[in-house]
């Protein structure tokens, strides 16, 4: 674990260094879905601060289990997958953030749960850039409105946006859509909708990170490089 950790650091660092960047810029989030905890916990303990859990179900039954070693080592858990209404209270209980915000009735959703907790939670808006069906997220016509209106909700922080691109095989022909995303969210800064906070894209994979990151990504949500494969 500890070798694989190392070496995705190493391609981040070269990543960030080809683009004229700060290899602190970029977060790591590990993506834990379907791993065991045991797995999960050899990553904590191999520097891992970020986790990423795609279902409200799965992360439930994980969180608990390991809460000591994710306390002791300021571990924060991000939500990557598709979140339904229905399951929103549960994931503002469990999650440090909130990436795959779609709609601006979840994103009210999320907005009153958390003023009744009495926290404020960051949140990123999902979206669909490749317009595949198969996948949530709003279309790039959207952007600007939800930004708008999410800003307004008072217990939600907007930190910025989240895409899953279309897989590839070569990373090249993603770059188009990384790119796209970083013009997505300068265009919402240039239009003076989004606070100081709204700067960060969640975009790339264990096969892309690297274009991701010299296209802007500051968090990079990595799975396979790091657990292995996983049916």
Not at 202 to 228: C, H, K, P
Request: charged letters at 25%; one cysteine or more; glycine letters at 6%.
């Amino acid at each position: 674990m500890r070798e694989r950790l190392e070496i995705i650091n190493q391609r981040i660092a070269a990543a960030c260094q080809r683009a004229g960047r700060d290899f602190f810029e970029v977060t790591l989030v590990a993506v834990s879905k379907t791993v065991e905890p045991a797995l999960i916990r050899q990553a904590i303990e191999a520097g891992v601060r970020v986790l990423g859990e795609n279902r409200v179900q799965e992360a439930a039954t994980k969180i608990p289990q390991l809460e000591n070693a994710a306390a002791e080592n300021n571990v924060a858990w991000h939500l990557i997958g598709h979140l339904q209404s229905n399951k929103a209270r549960r994931a503002v209980e469990l999650f440090s953030a909130i990436q795959s915000v779609d709609s601006v009735k979840l994103a009210a959703r999320l907005d009153a749960i958390a003023g009744e907790l009495g926290k404020r939670l960051p949140v990123f808006l999902e979206i669909n850039l490749g317009e595949e069906d198969s996948k949530a997220g709003i279309s790039q016509s959207e952007v600007l409105s939800l930004c708008e209106q999410v800003s307004k909700l008072h217990h939600l922080e907007l930190k910025g946006l989240m895409a899953v691109p279309p897989f590839l095989d070569d990373p090249e022909q993603v770059r188009p859509f990384f790119r796209r995303l970083r013009q997505l969210r300068d265009e919402a800064r240039r239009a003076g909708i989004v606070g100081e906070q709204f700067k960060e894209l969640s975009m790339g994979m264990s096969n892309d990170f690297e274009v991701a990151i010299e296209e802007g990504a500051t968090y990079v949500r990595i799975g396979t490089a790091l657990f292995g494969s996983r049916s």
